[in-house]
């Protein structure tokens, strides 16, 4: 057995037990192989190490504190901490990846990424690094979510990079991931596919994972001095499964109860059964026939129809535990963070927020302390929001 | 010797090029006309994709073919009961994503192909690295496990593919997914690291698209592989003449 521990390394062909692995194209394997071993090196460079940690630090605003949440504990009788990823550079933790897969195309000597994008939060960090770095950079977004995310369209653009609208299949987030694995195909030579979540072919759930693993390293040190050695439960939202891979990362080890929150959209542990997508086995939300479903979800950055193999594997052994939440218990939770704590949350953290507002007092016992991953800022989502409770009323 | 293999190394031994169109099932009504079409067209053996929903490796004029087979209600076991009736002298080739197999069940799979008529497969999001249980499951049925080695792939690694695939070795061109292109790409100098380590037949296919570029090609090969082409004209409304003709203007640049 190569895993030791439960978030430890996969095996040597990308295995969290029967997931993961690497489902692309002849084409793509070098490529595959290559990103392996540059992240293998430079994961064990200390000096690589440092670079990042000082980005993530310099540029990025890290590390994000916890934060106690007094009046909501109150409110559903659980002690509450929530670490900050809301106030991480560009407003949520897709930064934290980015930074670390753009330092790493520096160091292979590529000059350029490409990344997919459903609401563009990832577009956007990624084209944020980007000019950081001075990569060139273009991202690939359905056609359908230009439409819907127009604001963030311009912010990519005012950072410099070039946003593609992809009108093939439902021009939506999966189909921007098939575009941009289409087009690394043509430039792989000197271009690196920055993927946004945990998923894909090895080695990115797992490479994804532990640029992400800040958010749990610091969250358990942070408590520690906040005087809670380990929480009862942590919760985080998931779309491909990234903030609450590296949240869990901080606490697989300790007695901590994990739970992730799917979108019921888009619920992929729930709702979905093993198949093989965008390069990874994985559990995928398909028909009887064995074609990839449409996610639907209130929130852009949970609707996608598959999860992160690690998470997959997680759920199989019983690590971790996944739940969904419907569209219409979100809204209610945004609200309730925002007035009783003074943090908007983005509507793919306010579907944790529900859940821990539905199981306080039940799978959340009264009095249990809880880690919220909270993964992003609302700010992107507020005139949403706005337009669908003019709407109703 | 896997069937598939022994009938094409046996066309090489003949002195023909072989032909292979690609049909895209259920992306019209006749589309088992098209393959007879082909067939009398002078094709030696034809591709059948069976459509997914998200088509990683192809371009646009086969993702819109996809699409419309979906659209049209097609599934695994619809295009499985067309190809029962039809009847054919030569090989044919299933091509789609490795899902469509996995959730049909790979021992299941690869009986119902071998029923139909059908004797080799290939799936590019299927790596070799991946690949044991379907070899396994599809070895039992005489189905050939066809993989493609692409202009990245290294001399180690070819080595590897080559030794396999099964019935023939499907060389890409250029580094790109399925669709026209105007130059030769690097299917050349794929093909002559190819023999160097092996002798299976290997024919070239991504953006062949011309009788010449098929002529061209079949110098350094052992065949090409015409899709995005064909089903272009197929999804302008081709009837079974058209492919006929489209073929044939193939066959003659071959032979
Ligand atoms: C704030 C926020 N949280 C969560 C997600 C879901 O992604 P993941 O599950 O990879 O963390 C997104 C994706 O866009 C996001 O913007």
């Known amino acids: 057995m190569d895993e030791i521990n439960a978030m430890g390394q996969p095996d040597h062909r990308g295995h969290f037990g029967g997931f993961g692995g690497r489902f692309v194209p002849e084409a793509l394997m070098p490529a595959c192989v290559e990103l392996e071993e540059a992240f293998r090196d430079a994961w064990s460079d200390e000096e690589f190490v440092a670079l990042y940690h000082r980005t993530l630090r310099e540029f990025a605003g890290r590390p994000t504190p916890v934060t106690p949440l007094p009046r909501l504990s109150q409110r559903l009788g659980l002690r509450i901490f929530a670490k900050r990823e809301d106030l991480a550079h560009t407003g949520s933790h897709k930064i934290n990846n980015v930074i670390g897969q753009t330092l790493l195309t520096q160091r292979m000597g590529k000059t350029r990424v490409i990344a997919e994008t459903g609401a563009g939060q990832h577009g956007v960090a990624t084209a944020t690094a980007a000019a950081r770095l001075g990569l060139g950079c273009t991202v690939f977004m359905g056609e359908v979510d230009t439409k819907r995310q127009e604001l963030n369209v311009f912010r990519m653009e005012l950072l410099g990079a070039t946003v593609v609208p992809v009108t093939s299949g439902s021009k939506t987030l999966k189909d921007a991931v098939n575009e941009a694995m289409r087009e690394w195909v043509t430039c792989v030579a000197d271009t690196h596919y920055c993927l946004g979540s945990v998923m894909g072919p090895h080695p990115f759930p797992w490479m994804v994972r532990e640029f992400q693993r800040v958010i749990g390293a610091e969250a358990a040190w942070q408590l520690k001095e906040l005087g809670v050695d380990v929480p009862d439960a942590v919760v985080a939202c998931v779309g491909g499964g990234s903030n609450a891979a590296g949240v869990f990362a901080g606490f697989a080890e300790t007695a901590a109860q994990l739970y992730g929150v799917e979108a019921a959209g888009g619920a992929a542990v729930t709702s979905g059964s093993p198949g093989v997508l965008h390069g990874m086995r994985s559990l995928i939300l398909q028909d009887e026939f064995g074609q990839v479903e449409e996610a639907h979800s209130i929130s852009a950055g949970l609707d996608y129809p598959g999860i992160g193999p690690e998470h997959a594997h997680l759920a199989d052994t019983g690590r971790a535990t996944y739940v969904a939440v419907g569209d219409d218990e979100v809204i209610g939770a945004m609200r309730l963070l925002s007035e009783s704590e003074g943090i908007i949350p983005a509507l793919e953290t306010a579907h944790a927020v529900a859940w821990m507002v539905r199981e306080a007092g039940g799978r959340l016992p009264t009095g249990s302390t809880v880690l919220l991953n909270l993964s992003g800022r609302g700010d992107k989502d507020v005139a949403q929001v706005r337009a669908m409770l003019m709407e109703e009323s | ?255």
């Open chain 2, 1 to 255: 010797m896997k069937t598939l293999e022994t009938t094409l190394r046996s066309l090489r031994e003949s002195g023909r090029k072989a032909l292979v169109p690609y049909v895209v099932a259920g992306a019209t009504p006749d589309w088992t006309h098209h393959v007879e079409a082909a067939v009398l067209g002078g094709a030696d053996a034809v591709e059948i994709g069976i459509p997914f929903s998200d088509p990683m490796m192809d371009g646009v004029v086969i993702q819109e073919a996809g699409l419309r087979a979906l659209e049209r209600g097609t599934t695994f076991e619809s295009i499985c009961q067309e190809l029962e009736s039809l009847e054919t002298e030569i090989p044919l080739v299933a091509m789609t994503y490795y899902n469509i197999f996995l959730h049909y069940g790979l021992r299941r799979t690869a009986g119902r192909l071998h029923d139909v008529g059908v004797s080799g497969a290939i799936v590019p999001d299927l790596s070799l690295e991946e690949s044991d249980e379907w070899r396994a499951a599809s070895g039992d049925s005489d189905i050939a496990t066809i993989f493609l080695v692409a202009p990245s792939t290294s001399r180690t690694r070819m080595r590897t593919v080559a030794g396999l695939s099964q019935g023939f070795l499907y060389a890409s061109a250029r580094m790109a997914v399925t669709g026209a292109a105007s130059d030769q790409g690097e299917g050349e100098r794929v093909v002559s690291e190819l023999r160097r380590v092996s002798d299976i037949p290997t024919y070239v296919g991504i953006g062949v698209s011309t009788p010449a570029q098929a002529h061209t090609t079949a110098v350094f090969s052992d065949g090409v592989i015409v899709g995005s082409a064909l089903v272009k004209i197929i999804l302008q409304g081709a009837s079974p003449t058209d492919v006929e003709s489209f073929v044939r203007s193939f066959r003659t640049a071959l032979d």
